[in-house]
């Protein structure tokens, strides 16, 4: 069974700095498609940001592009969200997801994902 537990969110003013982290257990992070997602109140939950297995550039929406950066430290079994320059839109409950099988269009479809963190809120203030 995955777990995923994601930490580091809080309260930060706009243009502030945030990183948020996923811990997962077992391998997950070094045999999975690894992926973050928001979701604002009243919202469906969004796309942020994945980083594939073979490598290769990640992907980001276009609203963090240039914000936000994903990694993946394998030995730790840990992927990151260092976001920086926040906005106020960017408040959120964001999620870490994993699956074995991601690739093209499903990166960006919640649904495609088997295994879900519990969420970190991250608010930011204007």
């Known amino acids: 069974q995955v777990q995923l537990v994601e930490s580091g969110g809080g309260l930060v003013q706009t243009g502030g700095s945030l990183r948020l982290s996923c811990d997962a257990s077992?391998?997950?992070?070094?045999?999975?498609?690894m992926a973050w997602f928001r979701q604002a109140p009243g919202k469906e939950r969004a796309f942020v940001a994945g980083?594939?297995?073979?490598?290769?550039?990640?992907l980001y929406a276009e609203s963090v592009k240039g914000r936000f950066t994903i990694s993946r430290d394998n030995a730790k079994n840990t992927v990151y969200l260092q976001m920086g320059s926040l906005k106020p839109e960017d408040t959120a409950i964001y999620y870490c997801?994993?699956?074995?099988?991601?690739?093209?269009?499903?990166?960006?479809?919640?649904?495609?994902?088997?295994?879900w963190g519990q969420g970190t809120q991250v608010t930011v203030s204007s």
């Open positions: 997801a994993a699956d074995p099988n991601i690739y093209g269009s499903k990166w960006y479809v919640a649904d495609e994902y088997d295994y």
């Open positions: 077992r391998r997950t992070v070094s045999t999975y498609a």
């Open positions: 980083v594939r297995l073979s490598g290769g550039n990640p």
